[in-house]
């Protein structure tokens, strides 16, 4: 499989994953760092919507006595489950898009969505 070089000189997949390893952090970092390559941009943008919005919600269901603990530890244990399959699927060269938001992450990084 041809991976392409990147502004970092790493192979796109590599970057790629490590665009999600850090869950939105390295998203964000690696939306400011990498200029040259959009399928990693794609990867990153995805990436921080994904776990950003997740950290969110789960941070805002904490605040309802005892089932926010439990609604917590479910949206942990799914964002969990949704890191390791997005890194295998970044790492094998795929596009990804989750619904919604891989749309939303493919028109703020692209442009435009692909899907009409």
């Known amino acids: 499989m041809y991976h392409k ?7 796109e997949n590599v970057e790629a994953i490590l665009a999600y390893a ?20 794609f990867h990153a943008m995805q990436s921080l919507i994904t776990f950003f919005s997740l950290f969110i919600v789960s941070s805002l269901v904490l605040v309802i006595p005892v089932l926010g ?7 942990t244990f799914a964002g969990t489950v949704l890191w390791f399959l997005l890194m295998y699927k970044a790492y094998n060269g795929k596009l ?18 692909f899907e009409e």
Do not use: M, Q
């Open 22 to 41: 850090g869950v939105w952090v390295t998203g964000l970092i690696f939306l400011f760092i990498e200029k040259k390559n959009n399928h990693v941009r």
């Open 69 to 75: 603990i439990i609604i917590s530890s479910l949206i």
């Open 96 to 113: 990804f898009k989750l619904p919604y938001v891989g749309n939303l992450a493919e028109e703020l990084t692209f442009g435009e969505s």
């Open 5 to 11: 070089k990147t502004s970092l000189g790493l192979d």
